[in-house]
């Protein structure tokens, strides 16, 4: 499955370690990543790839969900697939 995660907020030191770690410990690959800092906010959209076999797109996106309420950033998850469509219009 390949899912499209999007971080956004103030920026702060420790953004991409602590979604990077949550990932790898779901058994994510971040295929591409581009992050920006803009005038003290922090925009980051990772492309990642998640093992079929581990792959519960629930349980991920609750996960990132709980993690960007605890460094106080929006952290969200799409399928790469609806994603693409969305912004294909």
């Known amino acids: 499955m390949r899912a499209v995660v999007t971080v956004t907020g103030t920026d702060r030191r420790g953004i991409i370690a602590k979604v990077s770690e949550l990932l790898y410990e779901r058994k994510a690959n971040i295929e591409d990543i581009s992050q920006t800092i803009m005038g003290g906010q922090f925009a980051m ?3 990642v790839q998640c093992a079929e076999e581990d792959a519960d797109f629930t349980a ?3 996960a990132l969900d709980e993690l960007g309420r605890s460094i106080g950033m929006s952290v969200r998850v799409q399928h790469a ?9």
């Open 60 to 62: 991920l996106a609750a």
């Open 81 to 89: 697939d609806i994603f693409d469509a969305m912004h294909n219009v």
């Open 45 to 47: 959209m990772m492309i």
